[in-house]
Structures are given as structure tokens and as C-alpha cells.
């Protein structure tokens, strides 16, 4: 299968245009059921503090200079017009894999760059935090083409060129890099697979669902789900393949992708997170736009 390049992430510019990433209930959360405004945070910027006034919210009050001042103060905000969007790509080796038109690897990076355009043409600030195996790389946000230009250029470098195992830290590990990146109001879009989801990594979605707009890209295989036809087949890793009964290994493989996709599941509706699920039979750029084009609807 062909690898996504430069030219052709480039290209799904022309896709973008009219999209929509700040639908305070975006098509994007159609999988999950109910769905969430886009603007969790405000939205603005700290500015100043000041004494405060009847009619002020309430939750705006600052209590640490209300404290040392003995009078009641509040914070002020200024509107932030470049919102800060991240993308995380998990990247791993086992992304190499796919049954159908393309390589989950080059799904991701299609979704990703198409989701990229669609918040450079909307306004806002695109930075990323990819996931391939050893410290995650970041890449800041930046506006217009000098933000999303960067972003591809790392997708296609970091994107697997073989077959391996998937990366179990690689996953938590990119969380917590962008935990500390992010600010309260950012809209940030993780594109994986999940096979790296534990414990401490769902931890870390809350920690980000409370503070910011966090979305979950869902990338998948068909075969992952039904499981393998009829027949004996080769299986494994370059060096460790062994013989596979399709019949035999149905059951026990459809209640591992129930199991997956029943935690991910619970995960998206414990901490109000929109799913959306993506598979590798999908033409992205015919699938996603109808998702992104919806109104804004009324707060």
C-alpha cells in the first residue's frame, strides 16, 4: 500500500474548505449518542484583576487577591481568537495494518491533515504532539500555513514504514506530554487506535476532558472487528509468524474487540467525550467533511 507523502496531505487543503471545528455539537460525537458544547474552557485569555462589580460571574472571582486585599476581585478575560488546536497522532508500528484501501498509519495521517486545514482555514492556532516510539515529539502551534505545514511534514516522517508491535507507553506517554502543554479552552484531537489505553492513560483523558474540548478519533480495521475468514492463515511479525485457524480463532478474537471497544466506549461516556470511529474502507475525504459541515448551533 501507498504511504500518505507531503503533496498528498498538502492536497486535502481543497477538502478542508468549509469545515467546521467550533459546532458546539459537532457531528464528530455522532458514535457516542449525546453530545457536548466544542467550548469547554472560555475560550479567552487571562488579562487583569480587578475589584469586583454586582453582576460579575461569580466563578470568575479570584481568591487569592480577594484574600490578601480584604475586598472581593475578579478576573478579566480577553477573547481568544487564535484557539489553540492539537492534534495527538499515536503512531505506532502496529498501525502498519490494513485490510482494506489504506494502512491505519495512513488514515490517521489523512484525518489528521484534513482536521488540520479545517482549523488553520477556521482561525486557529494547529500545534501536534506525535507518538512513534521514544520521547513524543511536539510541535507548537502556529498560525495559518505555518502551523499546519510543520505538522504534516512530522506525520509523514513519523509515520511506520513496517510492521511492528504496538507501543503500550507510547500512548500515555504522549498524553502526558501534552497535559502540560495545553491551556483551559484548547480543542485537542487524538487520533489512535487505543490499543494502548490503561489505566493511567484514561486518567489522563479525564485530566484533559475537564479543562479542555477533547475529542477522540477512533482508527480501525474492519478485520479487527469481524475477525479472520474461513481458512488457515500465516500470522505475526517478520521472524515470529505462526499458523492461525480462521475459524477457531473467531470467537475468542470478536470478545477481545468487544471488550476494546466496550472500555473505550465507557470511557468516551464517563468523562463526555465525543467518539468518533474511523475505518481504514473509508475514503477520508469523502467520510469526514459531512461531519465537519454541520451548523453552529445556539449556546
Not at 209 to 222: K, V
Amino acid at each position: 500500500m501507498i504511504l500518505p507523502d507531503l503533496p498528498e496531505l498538502v492536497a486535502l487543503r481543497g477538502a478542508a474548505q468549509g469545515l467546521n471545528l467550533r459546532a458546539h455539537r459537532p457531528a464528530l460525537a455522532r458514535l457516542q449518542g449525546g453530545h457536548r458544547s466544542a467550548q469547554r474552557g472560555r475560550g479567552l485569555e487571562f488579562e487583569e484583576v480587578r475589584l469586583y462589580a454586582p453582576g460579575d460571574d461569580a466563578r470568575s472571582i479570584d481568591w487569592r487577591v480577594t484574600a490578601r486585599r480584604g475586598k472581593p476581585h475578579t478576573k478579566m478575560f480577553r477573547e481568544d481568537r487564535e484557539r489553540p488546536v492539537w492534534l495527538l497522532a499515536d503512531l505506532h508500528p502496529g498501525l502498519f495494518f490494513g485490510s482494506k484501501r489504506q494502512l491505519k498509519s495512513a488514515l490517521l495521517l489523512r484525518a489528521a491533515a484534513l482536521l488540520g486545514w479545517a482549523a488553520s482555514l477556521g482561525g486557529d492556532r494547529l500545534g501536534a504532539v506525535l507518538a512513534s516510539g521514544g520521547k513524543p515529539r511536539i510541535i507548537p502551534p502556529r498560525a495559518r500555513q505555518a502551523g499546519v505545514l510543520p505538522v504534516l511534514q512530522a506525520l509523514v516522517e513519523a509515520q511506520p514504514r513496517a510492521p511492528g508491535q504496538p507501543d503500550p507507553a507510547g500512548l500515555g506517554g504522549a498524553l502526558v506530554t501534552l497535559r502540560r502543554l495545553v491551556k483551559p479552552g484548547s480543542l485537542v484531537l487524538i487520533l489512535s487506535d487505543f490499543s494502548g489505553l490503561d489505566e493511567p492513560a484514561e486518567l489522563m483523558l479525564g485530566g484533559l476532558a475537564a479543562h479542555c474540548d477533547c475529542r477522540l478519533l477512533w482508527i480501525a480495521d474492519p478485520l479487527e472487528s469481524a475477525g479472520l475468514p474461513p481458512g488457515d492463515y500465516r500470522v505475526g511479525l517478520p521472524g515470529r509468524l505462526w499458523w492461525l485457524s480462521g475459524e477457531g480463532s473467531r470467537a475468542p478474537w470478536r470478545a477481545a474487540w468487544a471488550e476494546r471497544e466496550r472500555r473505550l466506549r465507557d470511557l468516551a461516556r464517563r468523562f463526555d467525550l465525543p467518539l468518533t470511529r474511523l475505518n481504514t474502507a473509508d475514503d477520508i475525504g469523502a467520510v469526514l467533511p459531512p461531519l465537519l459541515r454541520e451548523p453552529v448551533w445556539a449556546a
